[in-house]
């Protein structure tokens, strides 16, 4: 009801009342279809768990395969679920609004209504990454505290008060909320192209526009078919003739199939690139625009390369940090901190390069607006992120199959299987942290070009409001500088309260399993069965009560920012001075946030890694004291890695969203 309208929806008959309205739905619509991909990837988890622990007594190929098409089938509902409801509204809007407008609203102006859906959308997956994270890494952090270090029993011991609330933490914690992740991040990329497409168009006076508009939706349908050839191309068996064994290293064999569909991909932009970005005023237009394409694709398998550098146990930084754990507690904490800050070089490194040349690219294909000025930079980058996210599906279905193992594992322990089936599982379990924490890189990568994008509509939005070019911002003004200052701390305090709900809720959940040791002894004999219960109630009551603050955090801030600074401005007489400062919060929040997910994602990971590589038998194996100080890394870098890390991915995408949704309110 506050939001102003711009001059072409005044002209069109769009009041308040109806932009008010199409945004409500748009944000319920979006907040649902996030809904249903989380809830997907947690009920599809579940029942795959067992079938992969049943194969794995089979063959370790068998077990691997269908771990990944159970992620697979969870991945693909995710992406399809994006597509289909951004392409319904689309629709909708575009048959409703644009017939009878006496040519006032177009279709270039349709894709700004879509905006509460990327809102909705990254509402939902804030609270689904925060309160599963907390979920998740509480009942992790308490189970592993006392009991693989005080009670020394192994992991997923049916003995373990916690490991149920541990297992079913898995299925919150990175199904659910990573498929709502990564939902939110290829819903916000469709959109914002979407508006940069149509804002593009306008300005090259291009006739047909909804080549450049509906290409988001075209590339997404694209990624859906080549990951799913990707998908079912690993097979449970050796390929006839092949000199390996049934154990073949288990992640190079997930990224054959990943392989096949950047390849697919590649092939697919090829032609839909050609086919709806051709322009006859600019014939070479469509060839920078597959070059922008080809940028975002090798982004994404540099990342996937990276990641899996620093988070593998066979690669240099994670033995680093298991051997650090030789020397105590404190040398593997230190260690595995200055493998995280050492991490963010390679990755910014990357964005940065993929960045400049996906604008470049675009700002010389061609295409200029009425006083010849080139305008293809933006979309370039809009291409290159499209590029990216060409494979999501197969990247999403990569991080399900690691707590569908998982939980595998945990079953295999607790029905007592034999020993030779526990190394099938513990091997795709510690595969399944590797993918993980790519897809959590991957993750990073994606909101770091969306959130360029989502800056980008912002500023298009605050100009088609006020029909006052809003290009730059200037931080050199006191007010703006203070913008930025405020958006980098937004970052660090939401990290701080996620962590320590995290620290909380394990301390309750480590009091209760202690509790039930010492009032139950005949626990550890097994004549008397743990409360399982009382360990799932703990940490769901807690994650759901401990989410509130840092949730309200991040809606309330960068409205409450914007709301000041406006009347600050209207005061000393500065326009648009609430605009501005919300650009820079927006600007120095996301660095400070892609920056900070890094350093979290990747530490945690290795730390993870580098308890599982001692468990392997190196540095005396289970038991010793290397492995209690791995053990102890692993603790803190639980909620690094799957609480605020990935929190962070949805935050920077929320605080865009936000301000493109709410810009209205901080304008003069």
């Known amino acids: 009801m506050f939001r102003q309208i711009t001059p072409d929806q005044e002209l069109a008959g769009l009041t308040r009342m109806s932009i008010a309205g199409i945004t409500c739905m748009s944000f319920l619509l979006g907040s649902l279809c996030s809904g249903i991909a989380g809830y997907t990837g947690m009920w599809v988890s579940v029942r795959a768990n067992v079938r992969v622990a049943g194969a794995a007594r089979r063959s370790a190929r068998e077990a691997l395969q269908i771990a990944l098409r159970a992620g697979g089938f969870s991945a693909l509902i995710v992406v399809g679920m994006a597509v289909l409801g951004i392409s319904v509204l689309f629709s909708v809007f575009c048959l409703y609004f644009t017939m ?82 990564l939902f939110e991040s290829i819903g916000a990329e469709i959109i914002s192209a979407m508006i940069l497409g149509g804002t593009m168009a306008r300005k090259a006076g291009i006739e047909d526009p909804r080549g450049f508009i509906l290409f988001p939706l075209v590339v997404h349908t694209l990624d859906l078919l080549v990951s799913a050839v990707g998908i079912m191309s690993v097979r449970g068996t050796s390929w006839p003739g092949s000199a390996k064994s049934a154990m073949d290293d288990p992640y190079d064999v997930l990224k054959g199939g990943y392989n096949i569909s950047v ?72 260690a595995g901190v200055s493998l995280g800050m050492e991490a963010t070089c390679l990755p910014v490194l990357t964005i940065s390069a993929a960045i400049v040349s996906a604008y470049w690219l675009g700002h010389t294909s061609g295409l200029t607006d009425s006083s010849g000025k080139a305008c293809g930079g933006l979309f370039g ?7 990216m996210l060409s494979t999501a599906a197969y990247v999403l279905t990569m991080d399900v199959f690691g707590p569908i193992a998982d939980n595998a594992g945990g079953i295999v322990e607790m029905s007592d299987q034999p020993e030779s089936v526990r190394e099938i599982t513990d091997e795709l379990d510690a595969v399944g942290n590797t993918t993980k924490a790519t897809t959590k890189g991957y993750a990073i990568g994606s909101a770091a070009l969306a959130s360029f994008l989502l800056f980008s509509a912002y500023m298009d939005e605050v100009s088609s409001f006020t029909s006052t070019p809003f290009t730059q911002v200037d931080i050199a003004i006191p007010e703006v500088f203070v913008g930025g200052l405020l958006g980098s701390m937004l970052v660090y305090l939401f990290s701080a309260w996620a962590c320590m709900a995290v620290g909380k809720s394990a301390q309750e959940v480590v009091n209760e399993v202690r509790r039930q040791f010492i009032e139950r002894p005949g626990i550890m004999t097994h004549r008397e069965k743990p409360d399982y219960a ?3 109630s703990i940490v769901a ?31 000393t007489g500065v326009p648009l001075l609430g605009a501005k400062v919300v650009a820079s919060m927006l600007m120095f929040a996301t660095v400070s946030g892609i920056l900070l997910a890094l350093f979290l994602n ?14 392997t038998g190196a540095h005396g194996g289970k038991g010793s004291e290397a492995h209690k100080a791995s053990i102890t890394g692993d603790t803190v870098g639980d909620p690094f890695k799957d609480t605020a890390g990935p929190s962070l991915h949805v935050l920077i995408k929320m605080l865009a969203t936000i301000t493109l949704v709410m810009a209205p309110l901080f304008l003069d």
């Open 534 to 536: 009382r360990c799932v």
């Open 100 to 181: 009878g407008s006496g040519g006032h609203f177009t279709i270039n102006d349709v894709p700004l209504l879509l905006v509460g859906y990327g809102f909705g959308a990254s509402f939902v997956a804030l609270f689904a990454q925060l309160g599963g994270g907390i979920y998740t890494k509480a009942a992790d952090v308490g189970a592993d505290l006392v009991g693989k270090i005080e009670q020394e029993i192994p992991e997923d011991d049916p003995r373990n008060p916690a490991v149920i609330a541990d297992l079913v933490g898995d299925n919150v914690g990175d199904c659910a909320a990573r498929g709502a992740d």
């Open 381 to 387: 980058t809009a291409v290159a992120t499209m590029g």
């Open 541 to 571: 009551e807690s994650a759901l009560r401990e989410m509130i603050k840092p949730g309200i955090l991040a809606v309330g801030a960068p409205c409450a920012i914007g709301v000041v600074f406006r009347l600050v401005g209207k005061m």
């Open 263 to 334: 390849f697919l991909a590649t092939v697919g932009f090829f032609a839909t690139t050609r086919y709806m970005l051709f322009v006859p005023s600019a014939p070479q237009a469509w060839m920078h625009f597959m070059g922008c394409g080809l940028v975002g694709i090798v982004t994404a398998y540099m990342f996937v390369l990276i990641t899996q550098y620093y988070t593998d146990h066979k690669f240099r930084p994670v033995r680093m940090v298991a051997e650090a754990s030789c020397t105590g507690h404190g040398t593997n904490i230190i």
């Open 602 to 615: 990747t530490s945690g990971g290795a730390w993870d890694n580098a308890k599982k590589y001692v468990e």
